[in-house]
């Protein structure tokens, strides 16, 4: 078998029965094909005999076979049959961004949620050391049900030819994808995927506002600190996938649901029975006022771009109606002039008006020290004329918050792997909800699978600590947790889940926060919010936390 003589009705290694082409790289075919094992569609690259690229597919399919994140498509299988090098991977019905933009730019909204849904699985990529290599309009898919896939990690980088790639390498196109998502022109100097150049301005490529009305200036300023070199106003540049899914979970929210306009389109692919039709009924609506954080703002001696974009929204000062009669409008503007030219009796009314003000404030005053004295038993002045010593402040009342000085993820072994992504602890506890803790992504069951009791954040408050209440933000619906404090010595944080006692429970909480309140008067230097219940997200279960608050 060869290259050639894989064609439509062909059955590659006994089991995958080819349906269709669907892209032909540089000699490499990508096929549809239909897993007859398993009774389900796959993809197919396919190699010719003694193509070199046969050791870089083989590489890339063993990098892209470690990835967890569900937003990739799985690598299935790679091997050789008759000397043709071919490599399965997941299919999924749905439509490309390139597909998608051929029709016009997307919403803000949509563009920067679909940018942060690649950036997170770009994230947890490159937590591994490795990279997609190949990241552009054609490998990112909208499903049938609105979900985010990336198609292609690696395998497609080793079908071009073009290396593994890097981490860096992927931001940047990233913003060259949220930049062609929010203009619908391409930022490079020749066409690509169907897009036209983006214009460039004395040397310069222009800000996706400046090129289309309506982009939201948050997404706009996470643009730009993406692609230009140096960003504007002084802006630091996003160079990391971290960093730009904090940016914009910060605008568009952490929720993995699709946009409303985006569910819209999906009914209508699904209404016509095509998925291709749905790219004719992608709203081309400006997008909505989208700016729930600011900016960038820029440093002195560079803000007037910034006060230009400002004056296109802020609202102008509407001036008083001039006077319709008999030349009234010049009396009314002349009239201060004459009052300020004598106006003495005005002034004496002024000052008589204070001074009745002063009498009436000394009698107040004196009133009331009269009545302090009748309080405390008679009209003997016991302080020497002096007026009465300050009461001392009450105590501080309960229901202050707790500092907390630092935090740490809790999944102990053996049942547990020892982390749950312990970068994000800290976005529990910075005051903002757009910065979330997710637990690691569980596929069977809520309940993580049944493999461990829990996963949870363990709070250090520096010293023993009374303990009012705690409040916990959740994402997502159906999650059930424990407020917990060590058994026995409250100064020590005990390693295993056994050396931990609940003092409140929640179970099956919706989105929102969450307050936890102890049965019984509660100290203890060290808090854990535990989860034992998560609720479902991208094909899994995961739980989210946006923010703890620990109150006295």
């Not at 405390?376 to 907390?404: C, H, L, M, V």
Request: aromatic share 4%; net charge negative; proline share 9%.
């Amino acid at each position: 078998m060869s290259n050639q003589t894989v064609s439509p009705g062909a059955l590659l290694a006994g089991r995958y029965r080819i349906a269709e082409l669907l892209a032909e790289i540089d000699g490499a075919r990508v096929w549809r094909a239909v897993d007859e094992v398993l009774s389900r569609a796959v993809v197919v690259d396919v190699l010719p005999v003694g193509d070199p690229r046969t050791n870089l597919l083989f590489d890339a399919a063993r990098r892209a076979a470690a990835a967890a994140d569900p937003r990739f498509l799985r690598v299935l299988d790679c091997d050789m049959y008759e000397g043709v090098t071919y490599c399965v991977r997941e299919w999924a019905g749905g439509r490309p961004l390139e597909r998608m933009l051929a029709s016009g730019p997307l919403t803000g909204q949509q563009a920067g949620w679909l940018a942060r849904e690649v950036s997170e699985a770009l994230e947890n990529l490159h937590r591994t050391g490795h990279s997609h290599g190949s990241i552009s309009p054609s490998t990112v898919v909208v499903t049938d049900a609105g979900a985010i896939k990336v198609v292609g990690l690696a395998t497609e980088a080793a079908l071009r030819s073009a290396g593994p790639g890097s981490p860096e390498q992927d931001v940047r196109a990233l913003g060259e994808l949220l930049y062609a998502s929010l203009t619908g022109r391409w930022p490079g100097a020749v066409p690509a995927w169907g897009l036209h150049p983006a214009p460039v301005e004395h040397g310069r490529l222009m800000s996706p506002r400046q090129v289309r009305a309506g982009v939201p200036r948050s997404l706009d300023d996470i643009s730009d600190r993406l692609l230009s070199d140096p960003p504007r106003h002084h802006a630091p540049p996003i160079t990391s996938a971290a960093g730009l899914s904090a940016a914009l979970s910060g605008v568009v929210g952490s929720s993995h649901e699709p946009p409303n306009q985006m569910d819209e389109t999906v009914q209508v692919a699904q209404q016509n029975g095509s998925i291709d039709d749905a790219t004719q009924a992608m709203p081309q609506a400006a997008p909505p006022a989208l700016d729930p954080t600011p900016a960038y703002q820029p440093t002195n001696g560079h803000r007037a771009e910034t006060a230009y974009a400002a004056a296109e929204t802020r609202p102008q000062r509407r001036q008083p109606a001039p006077a319709t009669s008999g030349g009234g409008s010049r009396r009314r503007v002349e009239e201060p002039r004459q009052k300020q030219k004598g106006g003495w009796g005005g002034r004496i009314l002024i000052l008589l008006a204070i001074l009745a003000l002063l009498s009436v404030v000394a009698m107040a005053q004196f009133l009331l020290k009269g009545a302090m004295n009748n309080d405390q038993g008679g009209d003997d002045d016991t302080s020497g004329g002096k007026p009465p010593a300050a009461s001392t402040p009450p105590p501080s009342a309960s229901g202050a918050p707790a500092k907390i000085v630092a935090a740490k993820d809790f999944d102990p072994k053996p049942e547990g792997n020892g982390e749950e992504h312990p970068d994000e602890v800290e976005n529990t506890y910075d005051g903002k909800t757009s910065t979330v803790w997710t637990t690691m992504n569980y596929r069977s069951n809520p309940e993580f699978g049944g493999q461990k009791p829990g996963v949870g954040i363990v709070y250090d408050l520096g010293a023993p600590t009374p303990i009012s209440k705690v409040v916990v933000t959740l994402e997502g619906d159906e999650t059930s947790l424990q407020l917990m404090i060590p058994k026995d010595d409250v100064s020590q944080s005990p390693s295993k889940v056994n050396g931990w006692t609940p003092v409140a429970t929640k179970e099956d909480q919706p989105e929102g926060p969450v307050t936890l309140t102890p049965d019984a008067p509660a100290e203890s230097r060290y808090v854990l919010v535990w989860l034992t219940k998560v609720p479902k997200a991208d094909g899994g279960y995961r739980g989210t936390i946006a923010e703890v608050s620990i109150q006295k």
